[in-house]
C-alpha cells in the first residue's frame, strides 16, 4: 500500500516544526517532504548578532537534512499549486523545472521585507530578513568605516559613518543597538579616525518596540540613548537618495547606508493561490486549515489565523506564534488520518526577550518585566532552548566575543545587486 504523502512548503519556524513533529507522529507511516529554497532552517532573532561580528552565520543555519529524520528535502522554489489536481510545482536551483504531488499540504512559505511606496527606497535600501542581507550589511559596515578613515573630506567621513535604521521594532531596534557596539570596536582600531560613527533609529510610532511592554520600551530607549543613537519617533523617511535620506521632519542625513526594518508582508507566492487571504495572508479556520480545502493546512506568517485569546483578530506574525503553529498542523494532519483529535490553535504570548548588545538585553518572561545582566541570561537561554540546533558552538561565540577581540574583515561574498529590498526571495542571493 502506498503511504499518503505530506508536502510542507516553507522550512521556516511553522514549516520546520510541522515537519519535526509530523515525523515523529507519523513514524514511517506517511511520506513527508520538505520544500524550500535553502537547505537549512535559519534562526532569524540572530541575525543582528552575525551583521555585528558575535556569532557566525552557519550557527544560525540549521542543516535540513540530519535534523528532520525521515524527512525527504527537496531545494527548490514553489511557483505554483494545483489545488484540483494535488500537486506543487517549483524551480530546481539550476533552473530545472519539477512537481510534486500530495495527498496532504502545508503552506508555510513565510513572509518577505515589507515595502512602502517612499522614493528611492527599493533603489537605496537593503532588508533585513535573510542570511545573505546579514552578510552583506557585515561588510558593508567594515567597508563604509574603512572608507571613512581614507576620505580625507570631513563631510564625506561623518556621511560615510552614519547608519540609518527604519523601523524601530524588534529587529531594527536590536540592529542600531548592536550595530552602534560594532562600529564602536572598529573605531577602536582606527584611532586616525577621529569621529563617531552615528546610528539612527527611526520610526512613525511614538517609542521603540511599540508591540512589546512599555517598560521594555523604556529600557531599550535607555540603552539607545546611553550608547548615543539617535532615537527619532514620529519620524520616518520622506525621500532616499544616493547622497543620503530626507526625513519627514525635514532634516537631510548624509549617508551611504539605508537599513529597512519596517516590518514584513506575506510571500508574494500567496497571492499566486487564488485563495480567499486577509492582507495578503492566507485565511485559514481556527484549526489551520483553508476553507474548502480540508487536505490544505496553513500557518506561520503566510497564514491568517484566528486569535482565539483576541476575537475577531489574527494572530500576529511572530516566531511564537509560527513555530506553535507548525507543531499543531503536524497534530491535526495526523488527526485527519485517524490519530488523536483535531485542536484548535490557541497560545497565549509567555513574554519577550530582545537583545540589546554587550551586557544590555530587555525581557518579560511570563510578564515579570528584567532589565541588564538578569535580562542579558534570559534572553541567551531563551535563544539557546529555542535553536533546534547548534546550540554549544552558538555559545562558545559568544563566550569568544565576550573574552577576545572581535576581528571585522569584509569577504566580499554578497555583492549589494544581490540583496535588492524588492525581492520575493531574500533569502537566496540574486543572480545577475
Same mark, same amino acid.
Given at each position: 500500500m502506498t503511504k499518503p504523502r505530506v508536502v510542507i512548503v516553507g522550512a521556516g519556524f511553522a514549516g520546520y516544526h510541522a515537519a519535526k513533529t509530523l515525523s515523529r507522529l507519523a513514524k514511517d507511516r506517511a511520506e513527508i517532504v520538505v520544500l524550500n529554497a535553502t537547505d537549512y532552517f535559519l534562526y532569524l532573532p540572530l541575525l543582528p548578532e552575525v551583521a555585528a561580528g558575535v556569532v557566525e552565520p552557519t550557527r544560525i543555519s540549521v542543516p535540513l537534512a540530519g535534523t528532520l529524520d525521515g524527512v525527504r528535502i527537496v531545494v527548490g522554489e514553489a511557483d505554483h499549486v494545483d489545488l484540483q489536481n494535488r500537486w506543487v510545482g517549483f524551480t530546481q536551483p539550476e533552473g530545472e523545472r519539477n512537481r510534486l504531488a500530495y495527498d496532504r499540504l502545508v503552506?508555510?512559505?513565510?513572509?518577505?521585507?515589507?515595502?512602502?511606496?517612499?522614493?528611492?527606497?527599493?533603489?537605496?535600501?537593503?532588508?533585513?530578513?535573510?542570511?545573505?542581507?546579514?552578510?552583506?550589511l557585515h561588510d558593508h559596515v567594515v567597508r563604509q568605516i574603512e572608507l571613512a578613515e581614507q576620505a580625507a573630506d570631513p563631510a564625506e567621513q561623518q556621511a560615510r559613518a552614519t547608519f540609518v535604521v527604519v523601523g524601530a521594532g524588534y529587529t531594527g531596534t536590536e540592529v542600531a543597538a548592536h550595530g552602534q557596539l560594532f562600529t564602536d570596536r572598529l573605531m577602536a582600531q582606527r584611532p586616525r579616525l577621529t569621529i563617531r560613527p552615528r546610528w539612527m533609529l527611526l520610526d512613525v510610532a511614538p517609542r521603540a518596540l511599540p508591540e512589546l511592554d512599555r517598560r521594555m520600551s523604556d529600557t531599550a530607549h535607555r540603552v539607545l540613548d546611553r550608547r548615543g543613537v539617535d532615537v527619532r519617533m514620529g519620524t520616518s523617511v520622506a525621500v532616499a537618495t544616493a547622497d543620503g535620506v530626507k526625513l519627514t521632519d525635514g532634516d537631510f542625513v548624509p549617508t551611504c547606508s539605508l537599513i529597512w526594518c519596517v516590518g514584513v508582508r506575506p510571500d508574494p507566492f500567496v497571492a499566486q493561490l487564488g485563495l480567499r487571504t486577509e492582507k495578503g495572508r492566507l485565511v485559514t479556520d481556527e484549526y489551520l486549515n483553508v476553507p474548502g480545502f480540508p487536505e490544505v493546512f496553513a500557518c506561520g506568517d /503566510?497564514?491568517?489565523?484566528? +486569535?482565539? !485569546?483576541? $476575537?475577531?483578530?489574527?494572530?500576529?506574525?511572530?516566531?511564537?506564534? @509560527?513555530?506553535?503553529?507548525?507543531?499543531?498542523?503536524?497534530?491535526?494532519?495526523?488527526?485527519?488520518?485517524?490519530?488523536?483529535?483535531?485542536?484548535?490553535?490557541?497560545?497565549?504570548?509567555?513574554?519577550?526577550?530582545?537583545?540589546?548588545?554587550g551586557r544590555d538585553a530587555a525581557a518579560n518572561p511570563l510578564k515579570v518585566p528584567l532589565s541588564g545582566l538578569p535580562a542579558k541570561a534570559v534572553t541567551?537561554?531563551?535563544?539557546?532552548?529555542?535553536?533546534?540546533?547548534?546550540?554549544?558552538?552558538?555559545? /562558545?561565540d559568544w563566550l569568544l +566575543?565576550? !573574552?577576545? $577581540?572581535?576581528?571585522?574583515?569584509?569577504?566580499?561574498?554578497?555583492? @549589494?545587486?544581490?540583496?535588492?529590498?524588492?525581492?520575493?526571495?531574500?533569502?537566496?542571493?540574486?543572480?545577475?
Open positions: 503552506l508555510a512559505v513565510g513572509s518577505v521585507n515589507k515595502l512602502l511606496p517612499i522614493p528611492g527606497v527599493t533603489e537605496y535600501a537593503h532588508g533585513f530578513r535573510s542570511l545573505p542581507e546579514a552578510l552583506f /503566510a497564514a491568517a489565523v484566528p +486569535d482565539l !485569546t483576541r $476575537p475577531g483578530q489574527v494572530c500576529t506574525m511572530t516566531a511564537q506564534h @509560527a513555530q506553535r503553529q507548525g507543531k499543531l498542523v503536524a497534530h491535526n494532519i495526523a488527526a485527519s488520518y485517524g490519530q488523536g483529535t483535531r485542536k484548535s490553535y490557541k497560545h497565549h504570548d509567555l513574554g519577550w526577550v530582545v537583545d540589546l548588545g541567551r537561554g531563551y535563544h539557546l532552548l529555542a535553536m533546534p540546533g547548534n546550540r554549544p558552538r552558538i555559545a /562558545a +566575543d565576550a !573574552t577576545l $577581540p572581535r576581528p571585522a574583515v569584509q569577504l566580499g561574498l554578497v555583492p @549589494a545587486h544581490a540583496v535588492p529590498l524588492e525581492s520575493s526571495t531574500p533569502e537566496v542571493p540574486a543572480r545577475v
